[in-house]
Each structure stands twice: as structure tokens, then as C-alpha cells.
């Protein structure tokens, strides 16, 4: 838009928060799949044991806390409730037993102190300490003016601090002026013990963490050491080219899935490899016959005024011949390395519509009569370009060594089934295994044109979309050439139609 300023193209997250980590850790090497599990485990378990060690110590805290406080409230209450019950002097609660009526074991001091860890102090008229307590509590201006109040049960509480504990004092008047008894609770042990508390659960997180790496660590550890042995072998493959190599397989989880389709990858590699290897020497064996004719030929140009006009025609027509010849090897050698793969992407195929094309067009080359039976119509998945040029090479093999014959050569589409049967000489038992080599010509067709890749072209179109080629005599003379299609499509292994072409192979 007009006017608009171009904005900055945005980083990917990763980027962007890369820029904030500090210089040393962002250029550091990636860490190992082992290194990062191990630690992944750590960082969980620290942070699942760190919460869950810190709600439970403050639960417990809480709950100590609460409890301490509980019970300090219920000896106050008590208190309160003895000197309302009845009039109660400071002598009542003395720890002498003869210090007065009411002192002594039983009594109301023993109440006081003896099911809890209270320190009780007892304070006479006017302030005046009466018995000290252990440790002495604090008698101020506020414990003197609680000890002259004429209402029993009054109290009032603070917080002292004596030495280096911290107490919960409650000062309660005996009423009209006689005095008062105080109660203290230390509360320092209760923090104490919560102070315990959390040093225990951070030693047991700390130990809860140091474990869930270890743990990590050997699960990490036997996770990735088959992905360890799988780096090894590529990068022995990458480092070497050797495709020949072993592939350590073992277990059915995902690791072991991969391992299986690595080792499957290298199994195709190495085929493709010799294939590639055997197309190679095979072609340059094929090559050097019509070179050698060709040199042999071009050599005889050199006296080419001094050959007679019938033998001048047929060396031009021999050049001409082998040309051709050596023309047409190098484009089947071409389309049988290339497979013609990328080009023509799979689709729905109506294998009676590729045999009238391909029928259509033989007609036209060799000018035979060629006929066409649909016994069962068949749409596959498949190339329709590759698929014709099988079709096309089987008319060409029947016309050619059918070239003197009047019967019509006939195609018969059954499904995924497509056979050319023509009344040519036939196949001879022996040749069978063979046609569909590479190169391969039977002694009989030797004399005959063509470079021995027709029907290996064939072969290989076949396989590529799950199927075979497959050749059998006819009956009452000639041969029965076709292939099968596989019904999930190209690449696939050999499937139903394959095995339905069993019989006829």
C-alpha cells in the first residue's frame, strides 16, 4: 500500500529468544540426545519435587504452627475457667506444697503445667513476683495492672523474648486485687522443628533431583544407543559410499522402525547400485559391436571412389542402419535408467483405453492388423505414459518377428492383466527365463534388428507398479507376452495381480 512502511521480516521464535541468552551458552555446541534427556529428566523432577516439596512443608508448617498455638489457647481457657469457677490466691498455684491449700501435686498448677511444656509464673498483689518461672517472665507496668483488675479471668497476651527463645506469654488476674498467674509457651522449639522440617525436604528434593538424573541418564542411554549405532552406520555410508553395510535392528518401538527402513533404504540403494553397475557393463558390451561396425564403415569411406555404385549404396545404407540401430540403444538405455518416474506422476488408469492407444498407434508403425478383448474392465493406480510404452514395446516385439505373418496380433486386457499374443515362432523353453534380460536375444533373433531392451523395459515398468512380466507359448503356436499391475499403484511390492499371473508365467 502507498505510504505503508515495510516492516522487518519476523525472526523465528527460536531466534528471537536466542538473542536474549547470554553470549558463552549461545555459542556453545549443541548438546548430545543423551545429554539433553538426562538433563530434561533433571529439570522435571526438579520442578515437580521442588512444588511438591514446598506445598508439603508449608502444610506441615501450618499445621505445627496451628496445633502449638491450640494448644496454648486451651491452657488459657483452662485458666481463665478455674479462677471464674472459684476465688483462687497466688498460693494456689504455688510449686511448694506448702506454700498453700490449694498448691502441690493435684493441684491447680499441676493442671497448668503438667500435659504441656508451659512455664507458669505467679504473681502476688501488686506485681510482686511470687514464684519465678523457668525462665522467668517478664512482670511490667501491664502484668502489675492485670494483677490489680477485680474481674477473674481477665488476661492479657504479648510476645517476650528471653535470651534467645521467643515465648507466648498470657498474664490472667485472680480477681479483686489478689494477684495473677501468668502461662508461657516457647515457641522457638516449634520453629525449630519446622527448620528441621525443611532442611529434610531439601535434602530429600536434592536427592529426589540427583536420582531423576541418574535415572535419566541410563533411560537416555538405552533410548538413544541404537540411534547412536543407526549415526554410526550412515555416517560410515556418508564417509565411505559403502551401502553393503549390517544395520543393527532390534526391538518394535519407533527406534527399531527406523533401523528397519534404514536397513530397507540400504537394501534398495545396493540393488540400485548393481543394477546400475550391470546396466553399465551390459551397455558398454552392447555398444562396442555397432561401434566397431561404424569405425569399420567410416574407414571404407576413405576409398569410397573406389567402390563400385552397388557397394558404395550398401555401405551408405549399413551407416545409415547402424545409426539408427545405435540411436535407438542409447534412448532405450536412456528411458531404461530414468525409469520415467518424475514425469509422469501416478494416476487413475483405464488399462482398456492405454491398449487402444497403443493399438492405434502400432497400427500406424507397422501397418498389422491388431486386435483388442476386454474381458474385465480395470482402473488402476498407475502411470499412463509408462504404462503405454510397455504395452507399445510388446506389439513391437510381436510385429517383429511376426513380420511375415497374416494373423492378426491380438491384446487381451483381463483387470490388471495385459497380454499381446501374436502366431509368430514362439519361445523356446530355454529362452523363457531369459527374455525379459537385459540385452538378451535368443539365438534365433540374433539376425533380427533391435538392442535386447524392449522387453527389459517392460520388466522394470512392471515392477515399478507392483507387478510382473510374464512370457508363455500360445497355443497352437506363437507367444504370449503381457505384465500385471498391482491394484495400490506404482512402487508397490508385487501384490494380487502378480500372484493371479503366476500361471500364466
Not at 498453700?100 to 507458669?120: C, S
Not at 483388442?372 to 510385429?399: F, I, K, M, S
Amino acid at each position: 500500500m502507498p505510504g505503508r512502511r515495510d516492516r522487518p521480516a519476523r525472526l523465528p521464535a527460536t531466534r528471537r529468544v536466542a538473542r536474549w541468552l547470554p553470549a558463552w551458552l549461545r555459542a556453545r555446541k549443541p548438546a548430545s540426545l543423551r545429554t539433553s534427556f538426562a538433563l530434561a529428566f533433571a529439570v522435571g523432577a526438579a520442578g515437580v519435587t521442588v512444588l511438591v516439596g514446598f506445598l508439603s512443608y508449608d502444610s506441615a508448617a501450618r499445621l505445627v504452627r496451628l496445633d502449638e498455638k491450640s494448644v496454648f489457647s486451651e491452657v488459657v481457657r483452662d485458666l481463665r475457667a478455674q479462677v471464674r469457677e472459684r476465688p483462687h490466691t497466688p498460693a494456689d498455684y504455688l510449686a511448694d506444697p506448702g506454700a498453700g491449700p490449694g498448691a502441690g501435686p493435684g493441684g491447680p498448677r499441676d493442671e497448668l503445667a503438667g500435659a504441656t511444656r508451659t512455664d507458669v509464673q505467679v504473681l502476688a498483689a501488686g506485681g510482686r513476683i511470687a514464684e519465678a518461672g523457668h525462665p522467668a517472665l517478664p512482670a511490667g507496668e501491664r502484668e502489675r495492672q492485670v494483677t490489680a483488675r477485680r474481674e477473674a479471668g481477665s488476661y492479657e497476651e504479648r510476645v517476650a523474648v528471653l535470651g534467645d527463645e521467643e515465648y507466648h506469654v498470657a498474664t490472667v488476674a485472680l480477681g479483686d486485687g489478689r494477684g495473677a498467674v501468668q502461662v508461657a509457651q516457647k515457641f522457638s522449639g516449634t520453629e525449630d522443628l519446622i527448620s528441621a522440617l525443611q532442611q529434610r525436604t531439601v535434602l530429600l528434593a536434592a536427592g529426589v533431583i540427583a536420582l531423576a538424573g541418574a535415572v535419566g541418564w541410563w533411560l537416555a542411554r538405552r533410548i538413544t544407543g541404537r540411534l547412536v549405532r543407526l549415526t554410526a552406520v550412515a555416517e560410515s555410508v556418508a564417509a565411505h559410499g559403502r551401502v553393503d553395510v549390517a544395520v543393527p535392528v532390534a526391538g518394535r518401538d519407533e527406534v527399531a522402525r527406523l533401523g528397519r527402513a534404514f536397513d530397507d533404504m540400504l537394501g534398495r540403494l545396493t540393488t540400485a547400485v548393481r543394477d546400475q553397475q550391470r546396466l553399465v557393463q551390459d551397455a558398454g558390451h552392447e555398444l562396442r559391436t555397432p561401434l566397431t561396425s561404424l569405425r569399420t564403415n567410416i574407414s571404407l569411406l576413405k576409398r569410397f571412389d573406389e567402390l563400385p555404385p552397388d557397394a558404395r549404396e550398401e555401405l551408405l545404407a549399413d551407416l545409415a542402419g547402424e545409426a539408427r540401430e545405435l540411436t535407438d540403444l542409447v534412448n532405450e538405455l536412456v528411458d531404461l535408467a530414468a525409469g520415467q518416474r518424475d514425469d509422469d506422476p501416478p494416476s487413475d488408469v483405464d488399462l482398456a483405453e492405454v491398449a487402444d492407444r497403443a493399438a492405434a498407434a502400432a497400427r500406424r508403425r507397422t501397418g498389422r492388423e491388431i486386435t483388442l478383448r476386454t474381458d474385465r474392465p480395470a482402473v488402476v493406480v498407475g502411470r499412463p505414459a509408462a504404462l503405454h510404452r510397455a504395452l507399445g514395446n510388446l506389439l513391437e516385439n510381436a510385429a517383429k518377428f511376426d513380420a511375415d505373418g497374416t494373423a492378426p496380433i491380438d491384446i487381451v486386457v483381463t483387470g490388471a492383466r495385459v497380454e499381446v499374443l501374436d502366431r509368430g515362432p514362439g519361445i523356446a523353453d530355454c529362452d523363457l527365463p531369459y527374455v525379459f534380460d537385459r540385452f538378451y536375444r535368443a539365438p534365433a533373433a540374433r539376425g533380427l534388428p533391435g538392442s535386447g531392451l524392449g522387453l527389459a523395459i517392460v520388466w522394470e515398468i512392471a515392477a515399478a507398479h507392483g507387478g510382473r512380466a510374464f512370457a508363455a507359448a500360445r497355443a497352437g503356436g506363437g507367444a504370449r507376452l503381457g505384465f500385471t499391475v498391482a491394484d495400490d499403484g506404482p512402487d508397490a511390492p508385487p501384490g494380487r495381480a502378480a500372484v493371479a499371473a503366476g500361471g500364466a508365467a
